[in-house]
């Protein structure tokens, strides 16, 4: 069993930040370099990154506020404006999707959305192993009680599951399918619809551990997203592929 440790931090710097920022760069200089085989410029990926991050953050605080704590939103409606508390992961996806579409349809200069799209979901995985780290050294997503070999003793000394370092290591196998599917060309969308076909049952599975979620008819909402993006993933490598063939 994992033993339980504060979140280490360097004076105002904490683990989960650095972690972050070691995503995004990480994540950021994958991206780059497969982007830059569409002949896709790094200052147009860096800007592509900062709409991503910037409509994926505000995505993620209001969809916390709204879709994963109403009650406490309605008590309190000025911690919509507490951009720095809550983040939820489906709404970064949902808001990094709208910041994405916005770029494409207001900044791209080289390549096509496709190209760009693609790149990105390559290289998202890479960069969510640390991001998940980030979350297992905070342990912000406690699962329910366990004697699963890999569970974490919280502060009562309940051994719970750490869901944010099963997800980790989870992105890792993603990582490494990639890196091993990568070595070909493959065609526009492919990663992206890979991604999503192989994220979604495990995060719909792990859900289930969850122990603070609010849920809606049984389910959570990342449950329900996920459901979504399983299928979006299938259909969206069906109609890919089918224009390869056209």
Known sequence: ???????PHLGPI???GALVVCAI???SNILERRAARYGIFA???QQFVTWIMVGGFIGAHLIDRFVYFPKETLRDP???LKVWQGISSFGGFLGGTIGGVMFFRMRLREGTPWQLTDCFAYAFPFGWIFGRLGCFT???HPGSPTHFF????????IVRHNLGFEEALYSILIALIFAALGRRQRFTGFYLALFLILYTP???AVDFLRVVDVRYFGFTPGQYGCVALFIVGVVLLIVRARAVDE
């Open 138 to 140: 905070a342990f912000d």
């Open 43 to 45: 200052k147009t990926v």
């Open 14 to 16: 904490h683990a989960f």
């Open 78 to 80: 000025l911690t919509i």
């Open 25 to 27: 760069y990480f994540g």
């Open 202 to 204: 495990f995060r719909f």
């Open 1 to 7: 069993m994992i033993p339980y440790f504060e979140q």
């Open 150 to 157: 890999l569970g974490q003793h919280d502060a009562n000394g």
